[in-house]
């Protein structure tokens, strides 16, 4: 399996496999939300028992940056011990807060954004735009929701700040279990589109505050769409 090894022969196979284990989920080589491979196929490639295996597992349940779900399998759950803190306490929070933090971090990011954007970052921010249109023709929620958020990623990186970009990489987890996942219909993708459009624009453009207010129009159509969620789904 590439990129993870098996540990050294010594003392503490286990903590030896959880350093491993943790550093393959940190470079992204199993993204958070994907299913782990099954431990036949982890034992027969990291050449340890079934027991340092699994202590070297719940290790990482304990930290957070697994979960096991009961028939199932084991799921990444965080990509880091920060982003698993940061999942644990939106969790908590009340999704007004929720949103007022995404409203800073993204409403900042694009201000930004508009001063330091490079040809990339455009031409990238360009690109999910046309992907968003064409999963709204056919009418692929899914792919709509997915682009949805490798647009708002993409946006924070055109920032230029690569802690903000780091941070907000970290929270995406966060403000997903927090908020839970939006409920996409085609009103709602058209809007987003729409404002996702005049953002861009305002980035290309230069406008900095321009680009604020439209991250702010982004954030309260969100908000609306939950909104709207939620009450369909208590009638």
């Given at each position: 399996?590439?990129?993870?090894?098996?540990?050294?022969?010594?003392?503490?196979?286990?903590?030896?496999?959880?350093?491993?284990?943790r550093?393959?989920?940190?470079?992204?080589?199993?993204p958070?939300?994907?299913?782990?491979p099954?431990?036949?196929?982890?034992?027969?490639?990291?050449?340890?028992?079934r027991?340092?295996?699994?202590?070297?597992?719940?290790?990482?349940?304990?930290?957070?940056?697994?979960?096991?779900?009961?028939?199932d399998?084991?799921?990444?759950?965080?990509?880091?011990e920060?982003?698993?803190?940061?999942?644990?306490?939106a969790?908590?929070?009340?999704?007004?807060?929720?949103?007022?933090?995404?409203?800073?971090?993204?409403?900042?990011?694009?201000?930004?954004?508009?001063?330091?954007r490079?040809?990339d970052d455009?031409a990238?921010?360009?690109?999910?735009?046309g992907?968003?249109?064409?999963?709204g023709?056919t009418?692929?929620?899914?792919?709509?929701?997915?682009?949805?958020?490798e647009?708002?990623?993409?946006?924070?990186r055109a920032?230029?700040n690569?802690?903000?970009?780091?941070v907000?990489?970290?929270l995406?987890?966060?403000?997903?279990?927090?908020?839970?996942?939006?409920?996409?219909?085609?009103?709602?993708?058209?809007?987003?589109?729409?404002?996702?459009g005049?953002?861009?624009?305002?980035?290309?453009?230069?406008?900095?505050?321009?680009?604020?207010?439209?991250?702010a129009?982004?954030?309260?159509?969100?908000?609306?769409?939950?909104?709207?969620a939620?009450r369909?789904?208590?009638?």
């Amino acid at each position: 399996m590439e990129g993870l090894e098996a540990p050294h022969r010594g003392v503490s196979l286990s903590a030896q496999l959880v350093s491993s284990l943790r550093a393959h989920i940190a470079a992204g080589r199993w993204p958070v939300g994907t299913r782990i491979p099954p431990e036949s196929v982890l034992v027969q490639e990291l050449q340890v028992s079934r027991n340092t295996l699994r202590e070297a597992l719940r290790a990482l349940v304990h930290l957070g940056l697994l979960e096991a779900r009961a028939g199932d399998g084991t799921y990444v759950r965080a990509s880091s011990e920060l982003e698993s803190v940061l999942v644990r306490r939106a969790a908590s929070a009340r999704s007004e807060d929720v949103f007022e933090l995404r409203a800073i971090l993204e409403e900042y990011a694009a201000g930004l954004a508009a001063v330091r954007r490079t040809t990339d970052d455009l031409a990238e921010l360009r690109r999910l735009l046309g992907c968003a249109e064409e999963a709204g023709r056919t009418g692929d929620m899914e792919t709509i929701a997915a682009v949805d958020g490798e647009f708002h990623r993409a946006l924070v990186r055109a920032s230029g700040n690569e802690i903000l970009a780091e941070v907000y990489e970290y929270l995406g987890s966060a403000l997903t279990s927090a908020l839970g996942a939006l409920t996409w219909n085609a009103e709602a993708a058209a809007e987003h589109d729409r404002l996702h459009g005049q953002l861009v624009d305002a980035i290309e453009a230069g406008d900095e505050t321009g680009a604020r207010c439209m991250a702010a129009s982004v954030v309260q159509a969100t908000r609306h769409t939950a909104a709207t969620a939620r009450r369909e789904a208590a009638e």
